[in-house]
Structures are given as C-alpha cells and as structure tokens.
C-alpha cells in the first residue's frame, strides 16, 4: 500500500517537473528579444509579436506570418523611451471596461512598464521609413548598443539616453529631421 | 384632422427634400486649388515641442498608411523617395506639431474624463517648387479607448481626407 503511494507520488513529481521544463526548453533555442512591433515595418500588421535580432548585417524581424530585414547601416536614428501599457488589453481589456461594479476600471490600475525602441531607416529608393518597437524594461538600451555598434547611427549617444525620454540633454531633444 | 396632419407633414417632407439641394451649394467648400496624381509626405517636425520620437514615427506612419488607404493619388512617396522627382503633378505635404499633451491611458480608464491626448499639427501642402497652395491646421485626439499613439492615427485620418477631398485627382478611388 505504501510502495503504491510513493510510486504514485514519485509519478506525480516526475509529471510535474516534466511540465514545467518544457516551457524553459522551449524559450533556449529563442535568440534575440521578444518584441511587439507597434509600426512601421512593411508587409507586417501593427501590434504583432515577434523576434527581433542582428543577424548577418542586417535587423532581422521574425514573426510567425512574417520576416523583414532591413540593413543596419540603413539605419539613420534609434531612439530609447520608457512607457507603460495595461496588463489586460486587447479585446479582453477592451471587454473588463464593461465588466461590472467598476471592477473593469479597477483592471486598468494594473500596468507594466517597458521600453520603445524607435528607428528611421532609408529603403533602396532612399525614401524614409520609421519603425516602433516595444519591449520588456531594460532591454532597449542594450539592443541599441548592440545595434549602434554595428553601423547604426543615432542623434542621441548611447549613454546619455538610458532611462527615461526626461533624462536626455537639451541638444540631443532639440533634434529633428 | 388626419387627414390634415396628414398633408401637413407630407408638405413640410417635400419642402424640406426640395429646400436642402438648394442650401447645399451654398455650404460646399471652395473648389480645389489643383490636383495631383502623387503626393510626398515629408517627416512631421517638431521645432517648438517636444515631441518623443515615437509620436513622431507613429504620426509619419500612420498618414503614409491613410493616403494609401484612402486612394486617389497614383503613389504616395515618402520623404526622400528618388522616385518623386519624376512625378509632374505633385503635391508635398509638410506637418509641423504645434501642440502637444501626452495624456494618461491608465487615467481616461479610470475617470473616463480626464486624460486626454491631443496634437495640434500645422499642415501645408505645396507644389513641388515650394509654393503653397492649402494650408490647415488639424487635431488628432484619444479621448477614451486605446493608447496614446492612437491620436496620431486620428490625426492621420483627417489629414489624408483633407488630402484627398482637395488633391486627389482620382477622388472615386
């Protein structure tokens, strides 16, 4: 009876275990960061998921209807800024705003930051072309210095634009094409 | 007395069916100074505001997208474009933010009165020497849904409807 109960209990663990290893394995093999492209990219809807990368030259956008490439020294200006967005959104958060007893309003108290990644590149006619990137906080600044590193220019220098769009010197806000 | 009512409500329809074609003409705006089968849309600038980068990519975006959506210009060139300097009837558009409030997603939720976002944008449309020839100024606004970024694609909407209502050379489209 008790060899029956351990072994039940230890085929309980191992289900378990196995559950919840799999969505760390799944999330190894995904290089790069998980973005939102809010605009911007050709050939791709607005607000869709997807990958974001540097690969071979070029920024590579990857999601599951869609790949665009665009060359990193095509890339004129990549801007950093922090925002926050509802935790329920889309239709859900547009369905919690008629939920009952002002509980919908109460939803839309909870908010999680993150960061835009903002870029203006030129295409092979010369005409220029903007892209909005969103991302989990404290992701932006690295993939701009990665980005940056690689032969893409920018009107605000690495360092002074970490943080908040607030913290930029007067020079850097006071550019504008 | 039916009957009167009657004809009296059949008499005040037909006045009134008949008295509206008449009032139109007079409220239609002035004709179009010219029309263009391509329009250019130069960067949205930003000279006196402060504008954070993403409004201001989100406001480019979004009105390239309408003039597309909206049809009746033969292309729509973006700032830059070699192509636009072939064009023969061309008409540039140069959008200058002249005010802005950034405005609280998470407070229209909550109060539903305040919070609100709003552009002001000076819009000017030339021809290709430099000349202007329509100038406005436009709004674009988010009073209750949606994030702040959707004012720029309501501003978006009103400046590729003025575009196309005075430009368009295929209105139809």
Known sequence: ?177 | MKRTLYITTLAVLLLGSHAAPARLPAQAAPPPAKKASAIQVLMITSDEIKLPAEFQISLYENLIQQLEKQGGFRHVYREGDRNADGAADLVVLHSTVRGFKKGSEMARNVTTVSGKTSIDVHCQFTDKDGKSVLERDLNGKVQFFGGNLRATLDFAKKAAKLAHDNFAANPVS
């Open chain 1, 1 to 177: 009876m008790v060899l029956r109960t351990m072994r039940r209990a230890t085929f309980c663990l191992v289900g378990i275990l196995g559950f919840t290893a799999l969505p760390s394995v799944a999330q190894q093999p995904a290089a790069g960061n998980k973005v939102v492209q809010v605009t911007g990219l050709a050939g791709v809807k607005a607000n869709t998921s997807g990958n974001l990368t540097l690969e071979n030259g070029s920024l590579q956008f990857a999601s599951s209807a869609a790949k665009v490439s665009v060359p990193i020294h095509s890339v004129e200006d990549v801007i950093t800024e922090n925002d926050s967005q509802r935790v329920f959104r889309g239709t859900i958060g547009t369905l919690t705003m008629f939920a009952p007893y002002g509980s919908g309003r109460f939803l839309s108290l909870f908010r999680s930051k993150i960061d835009t990644l903002t870029i203006q590149f030129r295409d092979t006619d010369g005409g220029l072309h903007g892209a909005i990137f969103t991302m989990a906080l404290g992701k932006a600044d690295p993939f701009k210095k990665n980005l940056v590193s690689q032969g893409a220019r920018t009107s605000i220098p690495v360092q002074d634009d970490s943080g908040s769009s607030n913290t930029k010197p007067d020079a850097a806000k006071e550019k504008k094409p």
